[in-house]
Every structure is written in C-alpha cells, then in structure tokens.
C-alpha cells in the first residue's frame, strides 16, 4: 500500500486548508497525521478508525481540525481551520493497523506518505 498526501500550501494566519492523503490498495484500520516543523521531532496531529467514528486529536489542534476518511476512495483527509504561524510544518500521512492505546505514537505506524509542506505566514 503506498500513501499519497497533497494540499499543503502558504497561508495567511487565520486561514484554512483541507491535506488529502490517497492509499493505493487495501486501507488500513487506523490512518493518522503527524507533523514536523524545522528541528523539532515528528510529532502527531489526528487519528481515525476505520469506521470514522472515533477520532483522536493533539491538544494543540482539537477544535481546529477535523480528520475524517472516505474508505470507498481510500482517502482520508485533514481539514484545518485557524490556522496559527506554530502550525507550519511538513505534515504526513500514515497507516497502520495496531492497538488503540498507541495510535497517537508515530513509531507504531508503518507505512507513510511523502508529505506535504504547510505555511502559516502573512
């Protein structure tokens, strides 16, 4: 299965985004997002599950983005919203299937896409 994200872009502080990451094949149980800003660690944005009804966020982006999936286009999707200067980063996209308790853990999941660069700037 390889992973596809798309979407990234400049925008101005206060603005929104919607990151698209595209499976080929089979989708996995759990799909998430994580992020990596200039010398900083990667570290995890949202989660979902396969059935799109539980969801995961990090502190930092719950009530700002949305993740939700389109398992009939194996497709998941980031949508941000409010976006801060301290939300750029490379932001990527991953699957895996594994048990609850580590899906905010980047090193759990094993196959990712390529990334997609987001910048908050005026």
């Known amino acids: 299965v390889r992973l596809q994200a798309c979407g990234g872009g400049l925008v101005q502080p206060g603005g929104s985004l919607r990151l698209s990451c595209a499976a080929s094949?089979?989708?996995?149980?759990?799909m998430g997002w994580f992020r990596q800003a200039p010398e900083k660690g990667r570290e995890f944005v949202a989660a979902?599950?396969?059935?799109?009804?539980?969801?995961y966020y990090a502190e930092s982006v719950k009530g700002r983005f949305t993740i939700s999936r389109d398992n009939a286009k194996n497709t998941v999707y980031l949508e941000m919203n409010n976006l801060k200067p301290e939300d750029t980063a490379v932001y990527y996209c991953?699957?895996?299937?594994?048990?609850?308790?580590?899906?905010?853990?980047?090193?759990?999941?094993?196959?990712w896409g390529q990334g997609t660069k987001v910048t908050v700037s005026s």
């Open positions: 991953a699957g895996r299937d594994g048990i609850l308790s580590t899906i905010r853990t980047a090193s759990a999941y094993y196959t």
């Open positions: 979902v599950r396969r059935d799109g009804g539980h969801t």
């Open positions: 094949g089979s989708t996995f149980r759990d």
